[in-house]
Nanobody, 123 residues
Framework: QVQLVESGGGSVQAGDSLRLSCTAS????????VGWFRQAPGKERQFVAS????????YYLASVKGRFTISRDNAENTVYLQMNSLKPEDTAVYYC????????????????WGQGALVTVSS
C-alpha cells in the first residue's frame, strides 16, 4: 500500500539544484506535519527538514540550512524540498514522512512514509 510518493531525485553535479516532491495518493496532507529524512549508504537515517501543517514553521538540519527549503502547497497536496548548492555529502536516499502530531527528530513516530528518492551528487 503506497502511502507517500517521492519524486524528483536524480544525479547532478556539485553546485546544481534539485526539487523533491512528496505527495499522498490516498490522504490529505494538509492536516499532517511533514518531514524529509535521508539515508546515505552505511549511515543512519538523518533528519533533513520539517514543516508544520500551515507551512509557517520549519526546521532544518544545520548543514542544509540556507541551501534547502521545505515548503508545501496544500491545494496540490504536495510538500517540496528545494535543494540548492548540492554537495557530494548530500548524496543519499531521501524519504518524506508525515504525522498529524508532529515529526520527531528520528522520524520514528511518523505514521506515513514514502519509498524514497535517490539523490546522487558528484564532484
Amino acid at each position: 500500500q503506497v502511502q507517500l510518493v517521492e519524486s524528483g531525485g536524480g544525479s547532478v553535479q556539485a553546485g546544481d539544484s534539485l526539487r523533491l516532491s512528496c505527495t499522498a495518493s490516498t490522504r490529505t496532507l494538509s492536516t499532517y506535519f511533514v518531514g524529509w529524512f535521508r539515508q546515505a549508504p552505511g549511515k543512519e537515517r538523518q533528519f533533513v527538514a520539517s514543516i508544520n501543517w500551515t507551512g509557517k514553521t520549519t526546521y532544518y538540519l544545520a548543514s542544509v540550512k540556507g541551501r534547502f527549503t521545505i515548503s508545501r502547497d496544500n491545494a496540490e497536496n504536495t510538500v517540496y524540498l528545494q535543494m540548492n548548492s548540492l554537495k557530494p555529502e548530500d548524496t543519499a536516499v531521501y524519504y518524506c514522512a508525515a504525522d498529524r502530531g508532529g515529526i520527531s527528530p528520528g522520524g520514528s513516530n511518523a505514521e506515513l512514509w514514502g519509498q524514497g528518492a535517490l539523490v546522487t551528487v558528484s564532484s
